[in-house]
């Protein structure tokens, strides 16, 4: 890995069963490990199976991924909508960590029915705000979702998907470049 690359961690948010992140998350990752200059890390929650309940000492299945989550100079999001808001799998991976997150850069990539999973995204706005991460402004967002893939997992019309995930991505690299220069000469102290 090139010290000039920034490590991308792309969090699959869905647990449930018969979910369709992972679809919405291939193809973005294919767009992210495009985009020349990011090391990709995939790490999806219904595989980490982290516990619902928080105790003073992390279990096994967080102390798997708070290296990956550490390590991450930028992260993405993908998330669906549930109940106008998003999975508790994703609360359950946000809130067993604080200092993973703090002074690094996160993108939205959203996915549902008629809002696309913004309302989502607005809530994880808050909340990563509360942990000193930083939001880019640029999102993508599936509305219908299951009618916006084909069954290869491709968009119908690729040309306004990809031209989201360029500009997010070029937020996010922005942001994750300038940060992490930021840290290495100041530690962050929240």
Wanted: net charge negative.
């Amino acid at each position: 890995m090139s010290q000039d690359r920034l490590r991308l961690a792309i969090i699959i948010g869905s647990t449930r069963e018969g979910r369709f992140a992972p679809t919405v998350a291939r193809w973005f990752t294919g767009r992210a490990e495009r985009h020349g200059d990011m090391d990709v890390d995939v790490l999806d929650l219904a595989e980490a199976r982290l516990p619902a309940t928080l105790t003073n000492e992390p279990p096994p299945e967080v102390a798997a991924i708070t290296p990956r989550l550490a390590a991450a100079d930028a992260y993405v999001v993908v998330t669906p909508e549930y109940n106008h808001s998003f999975p508790a799998s994703l609360k359950s991976a946000i809130d067993w960590h604080f200092t993973e997150w703090q002074a690094k850069p996160i993108g939205f990539v959203s996915y549902g029915g008629m809002a696309g999973g913004l309302r989502a995204v607005e809530h994880l706005r808050q909340v990563f705000a509360e942990l000193h991460a930083v939001t880019v402004r640029d999102t993508v967002s599936f509305h219908g979702a299951h009618d916006r893939f084909d069954p290869d997992g491709r968009p119908h019309r690729p040309e306004g998907c990809d031209a989201a995930a360029a500009s997010m991505l070029g937020q996010l690299a922005w942001w994750g470049h300038t940060l992490r220069e930021a840290r290495s000469r100041r530690p962050y102290t929240g």
